[in-house]
C-alpha cells in the first residue's frame, strides 16, 4: 500500500515519465539516421537509447501501478527490474561483441553497470514490500530508485543527442599534455630570443 505523502509524489513522476518518454521518441526519430547505421559507435548510440526507454518505462510503470488500489507496487517493481536486468545483460553482451573497445565503450559499460545496480536494489526492495506490505521505509526506496532512473535516463537521452559533456579524465590529459608542450618549447624560444655574440 502506498503511503499517502508519496501519492502526490507518484502522480507526478507519472507525467514526468510520459513527457520525458514523447521527448525521447523525438530525439530518436532526429537521430533515425546514425542510429540505423552499422558500426560499433552506431550500436553504443542504441544502446543509450534504450537505455533511457527502459529508464524511463521503469519509472513510468512503477507510478502508475502505485497509483492503483491495492497492493501493487511490490510485484510491479518485481516484474520491471527484472525486465530491466535483461536488457542491461543483452546490452553487456553486445558492447563485448562489438570491438574495439575504447573509453567510450568502457564508460557505457559503467553506466550498465550503475544501471544494474539500480534495477538489482529495485528487486531487493520489491521483494521486501512482498513479504511485508505495510513497510513504508520500502515504498520510500522504491521512490527514490524512480528518482534514479530519471536521471539514468536523462544522462542516456543527452548523450544520444550529442549534448556537450565534460570528460573530466580527457580534460585532465589534454592538460597535462599542454604543459609538457608548452615546457618542451621553453628553452627553445628562449634560444632563439638571445641576441647573437658579437665577435671578438
Known amino acids: 500500500m502506498v503511503p499517502e505523502d508519496l501519492h502526490d509524489?507518484?502522480?507526478g513522476s507519472g507525467g514526468i515519465a510520459g513527457a520525458l518518454i514523447g521527448l525521447l521518441f523525438v530525439a530518436i526519430s532526429v537521430s533515425a539516421d546514425r542510429l540505423s547505421r552499422q558500426g560499433?559507435?552506431?550500436q553504443l548510440h542504441r544502446?543509450?537509447?534504450a537505455a533511457a526507454l527502459t529508464a524511463?518505462?521503469?519509472a513510468l510503470v512503477i507510478s502508475l501501478f502505485s497509483l492503483i488500489p491495492g497492493e501493487k507496487i511490490a510485484w510491479t517493481a518485481v516484474s520491471v527490474s527484472i525486465v530491466g536486468l535483461t536488457f542491461v545483460v543483452a546490452s553487456i553482451l553486445s558492447l563485448v561483441r562489438s570491438r574495439p573497445m575504447h573509453w567510450g565503450t568502457?564508460?557505457?559499460g559503467v553506466f550498465l553497470v550503475g544501471l544494474a545496480a539500480i534495477f538489482i536494489i529495485q528487486l531487493v526492495t520489491g521483494l521486501s514490500l512482498a513479504r511485508h506490505p505495510d513497510n513504508d521505509g520500502a515504498v520510500?526506496?522504491?521512490a527514490i530508485l524512480v528518482v534514479a532512473c530519471f536521471l539514468v535516463?536523462?544522462?542516456r537521452a543527452w548523450e544520444l543527442i550529442g549534448g556537450p559533456s565534460l570528460d573530466l579524465p580527457r580534460e585532465v590529459t589534454a592538460l597535462v599534455r599542454g604543459r609538457n608542450h608548452e615546457h618542451n618549447h621553453e628553452p627553445a624560444a628562449q634560444e632563439d630570443?638571445?641576441?647573437p655574440s658579437s665577435p671578438s
Open 40 to 42: 560499433a559507435a552506431a
Open 9 to 11: 509524489f507518484f502522480l
Open 140 to 142: 520510500n526506496d522504491i
Open 193 to 195: 630570443a638571445q641576441p
Open 47 to 49: 544502446i543509450r537509447a
Open 153 to 155: 535516463g536523462i544522462s
Open 56 to 58: 524511463f518505462l521503469n
Open 106 to 108: 568502457v564508460r557505457d
